[in-house]
């Protein structure tokens, strides 16, 4: 029987000589693309392994590749559950133990927030179904009854809406616990809380979301208790890769872009400082392109809008950035939007590095100003979450005649909590 190794790679970091069969090195590749997998000079069979900024774990039959973040566990997670609004599992981190890997810790998180979510029952709604029945009920379908039965009844082809729990919300937050319980996680506690948290769906539809396809959930007051479990759970669908075959080899995987949680940080704690709804302040920014044609899209990450149009525009970079300095080609796409939406400037903030530092530049015949801030991620959470409310003010000055704003200044209720 062949023993499981186990590999601990850091984001961004170089791990030299690591030895691979051709197998585990195509599988790898596979599974994990942004994983540059580069041969060792002067060894057969063994590879310089180096992560991009996805986090997670790379499951083969023989080896396991846990990718861990450059910033420690705890702030990963307290930006996490930020962007999910799920306030109150940011003080609950010292209870994990630190033997936990991230997607240990994630899942523990998932079956916490399903539990929280579900302590009043499972959210019931209504969902269209046909059937065939012995007597009418709800919408008869007449083209149904004469194509099935030659019009003869009973039984009677009827479409009618169930109250039930088989709904999309629930159906989600099964599959994402499905999902976790996919992966080798090695944590009995880990297993024992999402086994728990499954048996709770009984009466619902166990389906499998590509990461692709996985749907989106209006809320409204009805759902509003389910919001911060159904967005951890599509965060957790969209980051599962399951069931890949290479050569006779399956594989799975379960990678966090970084990058996606700390855009998904920015936007949701500026939205709170700003005092801003989805309206003003949206998960995704209106259509938008470059030239008249509208041939070349432009997507920011942050947009801010009044009455409908974009008053203030910024991109949330998470990278590794070069000693000295950041990219320039990032200035030129936060130009791009400025010049193309006919605003004065823009805003870049970045996951602070060794590379990156506060800065301001007005473009030549331009007159655009390109603000660069950088957000200290190994910062406590108080002192991190006071760089946002400093943003926030930056953003309130630069647009000071739009709107409403609040005058008192916004304390967020993490802060307040000690978190």
């Known amino acids: 029987m062949t023993m499981m190794r186990r590999l601990v790679l850091t984001e961004f970091k170089t791990e030299p000589a690591v030895a691979l069969s051709t197998t585990e090195r195509d599988t790898v590749r596979a599974l994990y693309p942004g994983l540059r997998i580069e041969p060792t000079i002067g ?3 063994r590879y310089d392994l180096t992560p991009d900024q996805r986090v997670g774990l790379v499951c083969l039959p023989s080896l396991v590749i846990e990718v861990r973040p450059k910033v420690p566990m705890s702030s ?31 899942a523990i998180m998932l079956a916490g927030m399903v539990q929280q979510a579900t302590r009043r029952g499972l959210l019931n709604g209504y969902q269209c179904e046909d059937e065939s029945l012995q007597a009418p ?27 039930a729990s088989d709904i999309v919300e629930n159906r989600l937050l099964l599959a994402a616990l499905s999902a976790m319980c996919r992966i080798p996680i090695r944590s009995d506690c880990a297993r024992r809380e999402l086994n728990r948290s499954q048996r709770l769906f009984g009466a619902v539809s ?4 590509k990461p692709t396809e996985v749907p989106d ?9 389910y919001q911060p479990a159904v967005s951890l759970a599509s965060f957790v669908l969209r980051s599962a890769s399951l069931d890949l075959g290479i050569g006779g080899t399956r594989g799975s995987a379960f990678l ?51 009455g409908g149009r974009i008053v203030w525009v ?37 996951a602070a590095d060794e590379g990156v530092s506060a800065a301001e530049h007005v473009v030549r015949h331009a007159g ?7 957000l200290d991620l190994l910062a406590p959470r108080s002192k991190l979450l006071e760089q946002i409310d400093a943003l926030a003010r930056v953003v309130r000055s630069s647009v000071p005649n739009v709107g409403v704003w609040n005058a008192r200044h916004k304390i967020d209720p993490r802060i307040a909590a000690g978190l």
């Not at 990032?330 to 130009?335: E, K, N, T, V």
């Not at 655009?368 to 801030?373: A, P, S």
């Open 206 to 209: 166990r389906l499998h979301f």
């Open 76 to 106: 990963v997670l307290f930006l996490l559950s930020y962007a999910c609004d799920a306030a109150s599992w940011s003080g609950q981190q010292a209870e994990f133990s630190r033997n936990l890997d991230l997607v240990e810790m994630i």
């Open 43 to 45: 060894s057969d069979g």
């Open 256 to 306: 966090i872009d970084m990058n996606t949680v700390f855009e998904r940080f920015v936007r949701s704690a500026l939205r709170v400082y700003l005092d801003a709804d989805l309206a003003r302040f949206p998960e995704r920014s209106p259509v938008l392109c470059l030239d008249q044609a509208r041939v070349v899209p432009l997507k920011p990450d942050l947009c801010l809008l009044d």
């Open 217 to 225: 959930v209006l809320f409204t007051r009805l759902n509003r208790h």
């Open 368 to 374: 655009k100003q390109l603000r660069v801030v950088a």
């Open 137 to 163: 009920r709800g919408r008869i379908l007449f083209d149904d009854q004469i194509r099935r039965r030659l019009g003869i009844s009973p039984p009677i082809e009827v479409r009618h809406d169930v109250f």
């Open 314 to 350: 910024g991109d949330a970079k998470y990278k590794r950035l070069p000693v000295g300095g950041y990219r320039n080609a990032d200035l030129y796409q936060l130009l791009a939007y400025a010049v193309a939406l006919d605003l004065p400037g823009g805003t870049l903030v970045y």
